[in-house]
């Protein structure tokens, strides 16, 4: 269920992620080489809606 969550949250937020780490790397092949080592260690909690992470 949470992992259907996290993913609902961050699909949509995909595309610009890949943008702001290809401006990080330069290359397109790293730049999703870190979005994907990013995704998993993103706390979960602190992007759900209605929380301010505090």
Do not use: K, N, V
């Not at 595309?15 to 780490?21: E, I």
């Not at 290359?27 to 759900?48: G, K, M, V």
């Amino acid at each position: 269920m949470d992992e259907d969550r996290h993913r609902e949250f961050f699909e949509p937020r995909l595309p610009r992620l890949l943008g702001l780490a290809y401006l990080l790397c330069g290359d397109a092949t790293e730049a999703e080489d870190l979005t994907q080592t990013i995704f998993p260690r993103i706390r979960w909690p602190r992007c759900s809606a209605g929380r301010s992470g505090r």
